[in-house]
Every structure is written in C-alpha cells, then in structure tokens.
C-alpha cells in the first residue's frame, strides 16, 4: 500500500481538494483529510500539542493498513492568531465544520463519512476504526 501525503495550506487548499477529492478523482484510494497546527519555525513541531501527539500515531496506522492505497490531504490551519478566529474559513465551511486541531476526516461520496477530532485523533483505536481496518 501506498500512501501519497499532500501539503495545502488555506491559500492553496481548495485546488488540492478539487484534484484528489472531486468527482473526477474516483480512483478507489481511501481519502483523509487531516487538518493540522502550523509549524514552528524553529522546529519541526507545531504549535499545537495534540497535533505533536495524534500526527505520528496517525501516520504509523496509515503506513500500517493493508492492501489499499490512500491519500492524505495534510490542511494547515495557520498560525494560532489566524487558527482562533471565528471566521476562519474552515471553521465556517459547511464540508468540514472544524472546532479544533488535529481533526482526521475520511472523505467518500462527496462527503466526511467519519471524523475525530482533537480529543481522540490519537487514539489507536479510534483511528482504526476510520480508516476501517477492522472491516
């Protein structure tokens, strides 16, 4: 399997969305998005702490899964200032409706057909249970 890792930020994001997860990109792919903190400048952490946590579970789960190919759409909600506003476009998008970071969607249909959002993004089990390796 085969995972291709994919960097947006919010400038960027919507012509990644289109080219991975748009109808025309119906390619029997497992699709995740994960909307992650910044990072520092002066590291390679973000400024966010759960996202220093749940990122490397995440990754090791997805390297993990057996038998089909997935892409992960990695979304950069910015900095903390820009992240905290109300009317960040992510936090008022319809599609994704974020409340906070990490948050890891499984997109299919058009659609999130799971979601975790910070407080469990983490989890081993939690994630499993999304990317569907129990089925």
Same mark, same amino acid.
Not at 29 to 34: C, N
Not at 60 to 65: I, N, R, S, V
């Given at each position: 399997?085969?995972?291709?890792?994919?960097?947006?930020?919010?400038?960027?994001?919507?012509?990644?969305?289109?080219?991975?997860?748009?109808?025309?990109?119906?390619?029997?792919?497992?699709?995740?998005?994960?909307?992650?903190?910044?990072?520092?400048?002066?590291?390679?952490?973000?400024?966010?702490?759960?996202?220093?946590?749940?990122?490397?579970? &995440?990754?090791?789960?997805?390297?993990?899964?057996?038998?089909?190919?997935?892409?992960?759409?990695?979304?950069?909600?910015?900095?903390?200032?820009?992240?905290?506003?109300?009317?960040?476009?992510?936090?008022?998008?319809?599609?994704?409706?974020?409340?906070?970071?990490?948050?890891? &969607?499984?997109?299919?249909?058009?659609?999130?057909?799971?979601?975790?959002?910070?407080?469990?993004?983490?989890?081993?089990?939690? &994630?499993?249970?999304?990317?569907?390796?129990?089925?």
């Amino acid at each position: 399997m085969t995972v291709e890792k994919v960097d947006a930020t919010v400038a960027d994001f919507d012509a990644h969305f289109d080219r991975l997860f748009g109808p025309s990109a119906d390619d029997g792919k497992l699709k995740l998005l994960l909307f992650l903190a910044d990072r520092e400048p002066s590291s390679s952490l973000t400024w966010c702490p759960d996202c220093n946590v749940a990122e490397p579970v &995440i990754y090791e789960k997805l390297e993990a899964l057996q038998g089909r190919d997935a892409v992960l759409l990695r979304a950069y909600v910015g900095d903390k200032p820009t992240w905290r506003d109300p009317a960040h476009p992510w936090r008022v998008d319809p599609r994704f409706g974020l409340k906070g970071v990490p948050t890891l &969607i499984r997109w299919e249909k058009g659609a999130a057909a799971a979601r975790l959002e910070d407080d469990e993004a983490h989890l081993r089990d939690k &994630i499993d249970a999304l990317l569907g390796a129990g089925n």
